[in-house]
């Protein structure tokens, strides 16, 4: 279901049953950091009341303005000035092209919409007014608020996201899926749904400039042709820069 995160997720033809202005306040608590960090924790469960586990993993996710880094799950995704780079490890695939802006934080491997475009995209969907998803808004406690979100159609059924009331940033997103799918190998396929728990969030973090660096996996030559490094020698390339 998922290979590297998915750490915010960005309702479709968004009605206006729910005040959105929380909503609004989470896109600007990551906007004005600029940089922040977080771990993703992960639970997949067969159905939608289970709570026994099918599988469970952890992503760590680093961000500073345009430059990217993800790690988890038997991948990793670097984004920098000059290229974007991911590693499958499971499969031992190395692959990189040169950086556009316009695909930022967006790979088939990678599905992601970014922090800043959050509100933008909001108040385009709340103007359509289509009927494809209702919402509405809890109050969890006096320390955290939650949307739900109901959709007729699409790859979800429902999605829920937990924030906190006071910083605005988010705590869980629980994803419920429409389609029937193997989350266990082998196992008969299943209604999912994924669990997502943000921890250890920290905003206007200090990176290492090693953290966006693809000089930590290869070399890039002056003719584009890629060295990886030793612990990475017996991965295969994939370098879209050749082309």
């Known amino acids: 279901i998922i290979v590297c995160s998915v750490f915010l997720f960005l309702p479709s033809f968004l ?51 345009d430059e990217y880094y993800c790690k988890g ?23 990189i092209d040169k950086y556009e802006k316009k695909e930022k934080k967006k790979d088939n491997m990678f599905e992601e919409v970014g922090m800043d475009s959050l509100l933008q995209q909001i108040t385009a969907q709340v103007k359509k007014k289509e009927p494809e998803i209702t919402s509405e808004q809890k109050n969890i406690n006096e320390q ?62 200090q990176f290492d400039k090693k953290v966006f660096s693809e000089k930590k996996y290869a070399e890039v030559k002056n003719d584009g042709q890629l060295e990886l490094r030793a612990e990475l020698k017996n991965y295969k390339v994939i370098n879209h820069l050749l082309k």
């Not at 609004?24 to 940089?35: F, L, N, T, W």
């Not at 639970?43 to 586990?53: A, C, G, M, P, V």
Request: no cysteine; net charge negative.
């Open 144 to 205: 955290e608020k939650q949307y739900i979100f109901n959709y007729s159609d699409g790859e979800y059924t429902m999605v829920k996201i937990n924030y906190d009331a006071a910083s605005f940033l988010i705590k869980k997103m629980t994803l419920y899926y429409r389609e029937k799918t193997e989350t266990t190998e082998g196992q008969p396929e299943t209604t999912p749904r994924v669990e997502i728990i943000y921890a250890h969030t920290i905003l206007h973090p």
């Open 15 to 65: 009605t206006a049953q729910a005040d959105l202005k929380d909503l609004e306040k989470i896109s600007k608590s990551y906007k004005d950091a600029g940089s922040y960090q977080f771990d993703l924790y992960y639970s997949i469960f067969n159905d939608y009341h289970t709570r026994q586990k099918a599988d469970e993993f952890t992503m760590n996710i680093f961000s500073n303005g």
């Open 73 to 95: 799950n038997e991948s990793e995704m670097l984004i920098n000035a000059s290229y974007t780079l991911i590693v499958d490890h499971e499969n031992k695939v190395v692959m």
